[in-house]
């Protein structure tokens, strides 16, 4: 680890790769930079905020609506002169991601205001990009398969691969950090906010593609951010809405947890996210990890050597808001070490809390440098300091190309995972077996893709050759939905049913043993959790997809039609319903032809 002394206080550099003498002349640069900020610049750069509309100066009126209730501000241009943000957050939820070209002029319009403060700074525009069923940037942008697709394909290249498409393309409309890849384990699976968005159940594996997506996307421009430490794998609670708590012993953490955060470390990783979790053998306080100096200071700092940039998950979830006020959350997340305080549900509380810190002596001066120090070395490695614009020309060079998607088709392909194949059923042949029907969920597709799901199988399966009939019948059929689908069936070769997180007490269940009881062979996707295939019955053939975005259903449809052979394998342990201590399908299940 390289230090420099911002204050009196060492300010770890980073993982910075220039030469000696040019790292200690940046060092020395920011320093200076750094001594004729205020204070209130100084604070600012912490925080990463949220902020309506698709323009910095001129937005939507019901955004400026919004931007007014929750900020005190109108515009992104106003809120960066308020408070002197150092990052503004994407949503698409915010109207912030319409198309590529806007979301460039939307970059470049708040980096104009950065450069217009007294203290001229661009900012760190950032974004929950982690493909699969987490993105806020859809078409024309090339969409990759999500984590665990990527644990079904085993490849490291094809990992970084897409991460460097994928870093390329956002870096191409001025987003520069991505909260990407996820290093959580997914060890449990009643997790209800991690699951498919982990690469698997195994950490060493989980960590080899932890460390190919971080080469990928920092090579592809952008800063990656590893998430959620100390490790989100195994809780039956979503930290958006409670406060989970992770009963693994130090050992099992050990084992479980740490080993993609290692990796990730190793591998050089700009930015690392807290996560809003309780893990008493780490931290006996119960103070959640994000407010937790053992954890972040001690075990990230200290053991695990990590000298970059620590930004916490949103402050706006209810895993952090739960035992402390809105204002003691900030100021607590930067005693215990974090560097960028994400999405605070009011800006201006938190803004004046870390304010009054200081100045009552709670938090030094020195410390805020610390984090600024950090921060303002990354945005320099970025090259932000140097040029901080996007360009339309190099959106049209870059987003959404012909070659990206081709390479998206082909990484697909890899990670679709064939769980049965009774008799041989699959793959189906258009001459033979024209006739097809399409049922089952109709959850809309990630991040404004063409979706939902049943009909974009349907119609990659018509491009295919297939007569093929759609019928949507949702995530809880009713008996009249499951009557008509039923009906339907009728004089079909078969039917393809697209199903999302079965129960045991689910309708989707009975839908797909009714259609079963027809005779006409049943084909079961699970387009989200592979879990699905142990509370089905009666179906003649199972893919495992691991998301519902287009890239991944087109490539289910060319699997079952036989234009690719199914090459992936459980990244995950499925167990039976029944009886969950057996497993029904191990680690490294999956058929071919």
Request: aromatic residues 4%.
């Amino acid at each position: 680890m390289v230090a420099a002394t911002v204050g009196g206080v060492a300010a770890s550099t980073g993982s910075a790769t220039a030469a000696p003498a040019q790292a200690a002349e940046t060092r020395r640069r920011l320093i200076r930079l750094i001594s004729r900020m205020s204070l209130e610049e100084k604070v600012g750069q912490l925080f990463v905020s949220r902020v309506y509309g698709h323009s910095a100066t001129d937005p939507d009126q019901a955004d400026i609506d919004l931007n007014m209730k929750e900020l005190g501000v109108r515009t992104a241009a106003e809120l960066v002169a308020r408070y002197h943000v150092g990052g503004i957050i994407y949503f698409s939820w915010a109207h912030n991601t319409r198309e590529p070209h806007q979301i460039a002029d939307l970059s470049n319009g708040i980096q104009r205001a950065g450069l217009a403060q007294p203290t001229p700074l661009p900012l760190l525009i950032s974004i929950d990009q982690e493909h699969g069923i987490v993105a806020r940037i859809g078409k024309p942008a090339t969409l990759m398969p999500g984590a665990m697709a990527l644990g079904a394909g085993g490849s490291r290249s094809d990992a970084r691969r897409a991460a460097t498409i994928a870093g390329r393309e956002l870096a191409a409309m001025g987003v520069r950090q991505n909260y990407a890849p996820v290093a959580d384990v997914n060890v449990n699976p009643a997790n209800p906010v991690i699951g498919v968005r982990s690469f698997g159940a195994v950490p060493a594996a989980v960590g080899d593609l932890v460390a190919a997506q971080v080469a990928g996307y920092q090579g592809g421009g952008v800063a990656a951010t590893c998430k959620h430490f100390p490790g989100h794998g195994d809780t039956e609670t979503d930290s958006h809405y409670g406060l989970p708590v992770i009963t693994h012993t130090r050992e099992e953490w050990e084992r479980l947890d740490r080993p993609p955060f290692t990796e990730a470390v190793r591998a050089g990783i700009d930015s690392i996210m807290t996560a809003h979790i309780v893990v008493p053998s780490l931290d006996p306080s119960e103070d959640p990890a994000t407010l937790s100096r053992p954890i972040l200071t001690g075990v990230l700092r200290e053991e695990l050597g990590y000298d970059g940039v620590v930004v916490t998950d949103s402050l706006a979830m209810e895993g952090v808001r739960t035992k402390y006020g809105d204002d003691r959350v900030p100021v607590l997340a930067l005693k215990a070490g974090c560097d960028q305080l994400l999405n605070p549900p009011s800006i201006a509380v938190a803004w004046n809390a870390v304010l009054a810190a200081v100045r009552g002596g709670e938090l030094t001066e020195e410390r805020i440098d610390q984090s600024v120090l950090r921060i303002l070395l990354l945005k320099d490695r970025l090259g932000l300091l140097r040029d901080p614009y996007a360009s339309h020309r190099e959106v049209d060079r870059t987003v959404g190309t012909a070659a990206h998607l081709a390479t998206a088709d082909r990484i697909a392909e890899r990670t679709t995972t064939l769980l049965e194949n009774t008799g041989g059923l699959l793959p189906l042949n258009r001459r033979r077996q024209p006739r097809l029907l399409v049922v089952g969920a109709d959850a809309n597709s990630p991040s404004g893709t063409t979706g939902p799901p049943v009909p974009v199988l349907a119609g990659a399966l018509t491009e295919l050759g297939f007569t093929v009939t759609a019928l949507p019948t949702g995530t809880n059929p009713t008996p009249a939905k499951i009557d008509e689908a039923v009906a339907a069936a009728a004089g079909k070769d078969a039917v393809i049913v697209a199903t999302y997180n079965v129960t045991a007490a689910g309708a989707q269940r009975t839908l797909v043993s009714r259609l079963a009881a027809t005779g006409v062979p049943v084909v079961a996707v699970a387009i989200r959790n592979p879990y699905d295939v142990a509370r089905l019955t009666g179906q003649r053939a199972v893919l495992a997809t691991y998301s519902w975005t287009d890239v991944e259903l087109r490539a289910a449809a060319r699997v079952i039609a036989g234009r690719a052979r199914p090459r992936g394998r459980l990244p995950v342990p499925v167990q039976r319903a029944d009886d969950p201590a057996r497993v029904l399908y191990p680690v490294g299940h999956g058929l071919s032809y």
